[in-house]
């Protein structure tokens, strides 16, 4: 029997790395679409060469269709799109079209490849816990209602009711509820990595600070390779359904901080490190996200291996092995 194959979008971002390595660990043929733009391509192609690239665009609806149609994949992972929600403020009709439409593009593909084969697809939407937006019950579970308040989360809602839809006509679609997953792959615009990396700063020179915005703001923060491993098992579960990936625990801003510059070696003396910067304050800001991940649990044995304390050293430590790397 040939190799099961795998179609990721996304696959450069910090998820589709982790997952293509899962993947390809696992004996899967492993194909990405990647943008002619994205600037992360060449160094993945060079560090997975395993990995079949395909150039394309999530606008390109015929393209994209026929890419789904050409590699029939028998589990397709949907990560791609924009990915901040500030952006999304800023390009409203560019996310709905890449974080929402594309995945019913991706989902129509998917279940005419089902049709045409006769073999079970499975489809694996990313989604977000921004779907919940300003949720009024905590923690947020699959029964939670989905009532977005930005852009980003209105298209990842579509794509998440679509997933729903496509069930519905038969294929094994799933839509994963990824709460906040960090590792040293985060790009700094994340809060986390933007306190790893000035963390690993203070800890050489022994000045400086981090500047700031909303330090009380709790997330609920899991370690992303668990998150993509629960994908994979939601993708093989035998029978199709919703999850909450998340810990369950939440930490504020000020607490990751602390944890980061401790990590770095700057002690007790950490205050003196973080200033709050007004500029960075959020205009609508969530100040409570945490998730109910009870149902992965029982029904797909997940449970996160990396818990809050290692997390935060895992990331420091990488940064200051690239400060040492220079
Ligand atoms: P998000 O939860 O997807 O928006 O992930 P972020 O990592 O961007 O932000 C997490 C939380 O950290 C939000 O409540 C932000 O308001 C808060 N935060 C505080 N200071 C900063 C900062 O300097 N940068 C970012 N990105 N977030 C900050």
């Avoid at 060469?49 to 050409?70: I, S």
């Avoid at 977000?128 to 939670?144: H, K, L, N, W, Y």
């Amino acid at each position: 029997m040939s190799a099961r194959r795998a179609l990721v979008t996304g696959i450069t971002g910090q998820d589709g790395g982790y997952l293509a390595e899962l993947l390809l660990a696992d004996g899967v043929e492993v194909h990405g679409l990647v943008h002619h733009e994205d600037a992360l391509a060449a160094e993945f192609a060079r560090t997975h060469p395993e990995a079949v690239l395909h150039p394309g665009d999530l606008a390109d609806h015929a393209g994209l269709r026929a890419l789904v149609e050409e590699v029939e994949p028998d589990e397709v992972y949907n990560l791609a799109g924009v990915s901040s929600v500030a952006f999304s403020w800023e390009h409203p009709v560019t996310t709905a079209e890449l974080t929402g439409v594309a995945a019913a593009v991706m989902l129509q593909g998917a279940l005419a490849v089902q049709e045409r084969s006769g073999r079970r697809v499975s489809f694996v939407q990313a989604s977000s816990s921004e779907i919940f937006g300003e949720a009024s019950t905590f923690p947020q579970d699959e029964t939670t209602p989905v009532r977005p308040v930005s852009p980003y989360g209105a298209a990842k809602a579509f794509a998440h009711h679509m997933v729903t839809v496509y069930r519905g006509k038969g294929l094994h679609a799933t839509s994963c509820i990824l709460f906040n997953h960090e590792s040293p792959r985060r790009p700094p615009t994340f809060v986390t990595r933007k306190i790893t990396a000035a963390a690993a700063r203070i800890g050489r020179d022994g000045h400086g600070t981090i500047q700031l915005g909303n330090l009380d703001a709790r997330r609920d923060w899991g370690w992303a390779p668990d998150y993509v491993d629960a994908m994979v098992r939601a993708a093989r579960h035998a029978t199709a359904e919703d999850f909450v990936i998340a810990t369950g625990e939440t930490h504020t801003v000020a607490e990751f901080a602390e944890t980061a510059l401790r990590r770095a070696g700057v002690g007790d003396d950490w205050r003196r490190h973080v200033e709050v910067d007004p500029e960075l304050l959020r205009p609508v800001d969530t100040p409570l996200m945490v998730g109910d991940a009870g149902k992965v649990r029982r029904e797909l044995g997940w449970q996160p291996t990396v818990g809050f304390a290692e997390l935060v050293a895992q990331m420091v430590d990488h940064d200051v092995e690239l400060l040492q790397d220079r």
